[in-house]
């Protein structure tokens, strides 16, 4: 079955730090993307980082960072130097090539502290 | 260019009735997916539309139906409503151009049954 499991509902973290999100997957198809979204407290879900799971080289956009591990199954992502304004629900998704169906993680909360 | 807008934002409906939900996507987009998001079940896929065509269903009752004009437009209605369809309803565009299916969401239909 395809699945995104993310086991981490809160995460807190001191503002300037860096912080792992986890999130592994589960498919048997050899070609899928992988997908991170952040859900501030107003609802809208914000696009943040792709892999490709024929990427050689680990995504970064900005401060973000995935760190794919494909023997593993799993596509952490990375906030470095945190912010207040990251604080957010953060979800891991997946979408296996030719489904047009994207299936999402339970997401983790993250709170940055002052 | 205009992010993915969703009318209306939010609604309450009492058990029984039925519910017409509007998403117009990003221009250029023509990939349209709904979701469900409740505090208990997460993001849960209903559908996807691609140019007129529902290309995936998710695992939802046949209360649940959509459709897709030819601007891409699209509405997703629910019939004879029950308690447990009060959630937040988020569509998402995509441009299905190239590697990369990053979906863009709009702000979500937050949906009350009473």
């Known amino acids: 079955a395809q699945k995104i499991t993310q086991t981490q509902p809160g995460m807190f973290v001191q503002e300037k730090e860096a912080v792992t999100l986890d999130c592994t997957y589960d498919?048997?198809?050899?070609?899928?993307?992988l997908f991170w979204y952040k859900q501030p407290s107003s609802g809208e879900m914000i696009f943040l980082i792709y892999?490709?799971?024929?990427?050689?080289q680990n995504a970064t956009e900005g401060r973000y960072s995935l760190n794919f591990q494909k023997a593993r199954k799993s596509a952490n992502l990375v906030i470095s130097a945190s912010q207040l304004g990251d604080s957010a629900m953060y979800f891991c998704?997946?979408?296996?090539?030719?489904?047009?169906?994207?299936?999402f993680g339970t997401g983790t909360r993250l709170k940055v502290l002052a | 260019k205009a992010g993915v807008t969703q009318t209306p934002r939010y609604l309450i409906k009492t058990r029984g009735q039925q519910v017409t939900l509007s998403c117009s996507p990003i221009?250029?987009?023509?990939?349209v997916s709904w979701y469900q998001q409740t505090p208990g079940q997460g993001l849960q896929f209903l559908f996807e539309?691609?140019?007129?065509?529902?290309?995936n269903k998710g695992n939802f009752p046949g209360r649940f139906s959509g459709r897709q004009f030819s601007n891409s437009r699209s509405e997703m209605n629910v019939s004879t409503l029950e308690l447990g369809d009060s959630a937040l309803y988020l569509c998402?565009?995509?441009?299905?151009?190239?590697?990369?299916?990053?979906?863009?969401f709009g702000p979500g239909t937050r949906l009350t049954v009473t």
């Open positions: 892999q490709g799971s024929y990427d050689q």
């Open positions: 498919t048997s198809d050899p070609s899928y993307g």
């Open positions: 998704a997946m979408r296996p090539s030719g489904t047009y169906k994207y299936i």
């Open positions: 539309y691609f140019s007129e065509t529902q290309r």
């Open positions: 998402a565009s995509s441009l299905e151009e190239g590697a990369i299916y990053e979906q863009y």
């Open positions: 221009s250029g987009h023509r990939s």
